[in-house]
């Protein structure tokens, strides 16, 4: 699984994607096969001006089951990045356990009867 990386006002060198896609792949390496997509996104929400504004959103599909999106800020990349990949871990670990606690539900057959 290779995330697809989009960079807004960060310079994403190869070594921050590089880092990027090691953190998403040893995250969810357990769950590869059930990820159709993953997209992670990075901004600087305030440009130059410093602070806590770096974002990371990690954005992955899992298939019959709804997405899942996940954000965080931080003042340094790396660590909004180190952030939403454990958390991404986390919702995705249970919601593949919610899916299998979900039984399906049996729903009667309506027959048309001749009259």
């Not at 990075?42 to 996940?70: A, F, S, Y």
């Amino acid at each position: 699984m290779t995330p697809t990386i989009i960079a807004k006002g960060i310079d994403a060198s190869q070594a921050l994607r590089d880092y990027i896609r090691d953190s998403v792949d040893s995250a969810l390496n357990w769950t590869q096969d059930s990820i159709h997509f993953v997209t992670v996104r990075i901004t600087d929400l305030n440009g130059p001006k410093g602070g806590k504004d770096k974002r990371c959103q990690i954005h992955l599909k899992l298939p019959g089951l709804p997405n899942v999106v996940v954000s965080e800020v931080s003042s340094s990349i790396n660590s909004a990045i180190d952030r939403a990949v454990l958390r991404t871990s986390r919702v995705v670990s249970r919601v593949l356990e919610r899916a299998k606690e979900i039984q399906p539900i049996n729903v009667p057959v309506l027959r048309r009867v001749a009259i």
